[in-house]
C-alpha cells in the first residue's frame, strides 16, 4: 500500500503543480538575463537546467511520451526527437526573433499534453486517426522549443555574446531535461512494478489530459486579457 501511495503522490504532484512553473524565468533570473552583456556561459548553462526541471509543461508533456514506453531504447528515440525539435526552435526563433506570441504557443503546449494523454487512451484509434508518433513528438518539441523562445526573446537579450549564450542556454535545458526525465522515469518503473499501474494508469492519463485542457485554456485567456488578440 505505501509502495502505491509514494508512487501516485510523485506523479499526483507533477499533475498538479502550479501552471506559474511552465516556462518561468522572472525574478532575478530575468533581471539577470537582461543585464548580460558578452558570453556568460555558466550561468546560462544554469538557467537552462533549471527552467527545464521547473518546467510544468515541459515534465508533463515527457510522462505522456514515456507512460507506455517499456525499452529504454523507446524512451532514447522519444526523447532525442523531442530534443532536436526544442532546440532547432530554441536556437532559430531567439536568433531570427520570430516574434510568435507567447500565450498562442503556450497554448498549443498545453494541447500537446492533452494530445499526448488522448493518444495514450486509445482515443485516435477509436475514431480512426492515426499519426506516427515519432512525428507527433518531433512535431511538438518544435512548439515547446518555441515556447521558450518565446520567453527569452521577451527579456530583450543582449547580442553580444548572444549566440554562446543561448547555446549554453539550451545545453542546460537538455542536462535539466536528463534529470528531470531520470526522475520520472524511476518513478514510472516503481509504479509498474505495483498492481495499481494497471488499476489507474487510464485515470492517469486522464488527469493529463485535463491539466492539459486547463494549461492551455489559461493560455487562452491571457492571450485576450494582454490584448494580443
Known amino acids: 500500500m505505501r509502495q502505491h501511495t509514494f508512487a501516485l503522490a510523485a506523479l499526483a504532484f507533477l499533475l498538479i503543480a502550479p501552471s506559474a512553473f511552465a516556462h518561468a524565468i522572472g525574478g532575478t533570473d530575468a533581471a539577470f538575463v537582461a543585464a548580460t552583456k558578452g558570453a556568460d556561459p555558466f550561468p546560462f548553462l544554469y538557467l537552462g537546467a533549471k527552467h527545464m526541471v521547473t518546467g510544468y509543461d515541459h515534465l508533463l508533456f515527457l510522462v505522456g511520451v514515456i507512460f507506455f514506453l517499456y525499452r529504454l531504447k523507446d ?23 520570430f516574434g510568435v506570441s507567447s500565450h498562442l504557443v503556450d497554448l498549443v503546449i498545453g494541447l500537446s499534453v492533452s494530445y499526448k494523454a488522448f493518444e495514450n487512451l486509445g482515443g485516435f484509434r477509436k475514431i480512426g486517426f492515426e499519426l506516427d508518433n515519432r512525428i507527433a513528438v518531433g512535431g511538438f518539441g518544435l512548439v515547446h522549443g518555441l515556447g521558450l523562445a518565446t520567453k527569452l526573446q521577451a527579456l530583450g537579450l543582449n547580442p553580444d555574446g548572444l549566440i554562446p549564450n543561448l547555446i549554453a542556454f539550451n545545453v542546460g535545458v537538455e542536462i535539466g531535461q536528463l534529470i528531470a526525465l531520470s526522475l520520472i522515469l524511476i518513478v514510472m518503473t516503481f509504479w509498474r512494478t505495483t498492481r495499481s499501474f494497471g488499476r489507474y494508469a487510464m485515470a492517469a492519463n486522464a488527469l493529463l489530459f485535463l491539466a492539459g485542457i486547463v494549461l492551455a485554456g489559461e493560455q487562452l485567456a491571457g492571450y485576450f486579457l494582454a490584448g494580443d488578440a
Not at 75 to 84: A, C, H, K, P, Q
Open 75 to 97: 524512451v532514447l528515440l522519444y526523447v532525442t526527437l523531442f530534443s532536436v525539435g526544442h532546440s532547432t526552435t530554441l536556437l532559430l526563433g531567439v536568433i531570427f526573433d
